[in-house]
Nanobody, 121 residues
Framework: QVQLVESGGGLVQAGGSLRLSCAGS????????MGWFRQAPGKEREFVAT????????SYTDSVKGRFTISRDNAKNTVYLQMNSLKPEDTAVYYC??????????????WGQGTQVTVSS
């Protein structure tokens, strides 16, 4: 069993940066791939980024490539999402998840409660 808690969301102007954190509990945290997803009002939850358990592989959705960076520290049971050059269209609730290295929500077993990111123009 893994419990996940996100933090670091907030209100930022376009062009600004935020760093999201996701703290996990449970001894099996380091064995899972970790993903970040987001959901804007009226839209489906969508893939943002994922990282393998060993940090040897990462993947991003096209709209955030070059702006967002996913990383993890297994010693701290934490995964991060560094978001730079934020745009209003990045506004959403951001969720972290633990599961299989994938871009699909169905492949993730555990989910956090989400953190709101709002980018003003």
């Amino acid at each position: 069993q893994v419990q996940l808690v996100e933090s670091g969301g907030g209100l930022v102007q376009a062009g600004g940066s935020l760093r999201l954190s996701c703290a996990g509990s449970g001894r099996s945290f380091s064995s899972y791939a970790m993903g970040w997803f987001r959901q804007a009002p009226g839209k489906e939850r969508e893939f943002v980024a994922t990282i393998r358990w060993s940090s040897t592989g990462t993947s991003y959705t096209d709209s955030v490539k070059g702006r967002f960076t996913i990383s993890r520290d297994n010693a701290k049971n934490t995964v991060y999402l560094q978001m730079n050059s934020l745009k209003p269209e990045d506004t959403a609730v951001y969720y972290c998840a633990a599961g299989t290295w994938s871009m699909y929500t169905r492949d993730y077993l555990y989910w956090g409660q989400g953190t709101q990111v709002t980018v003003s123009s």
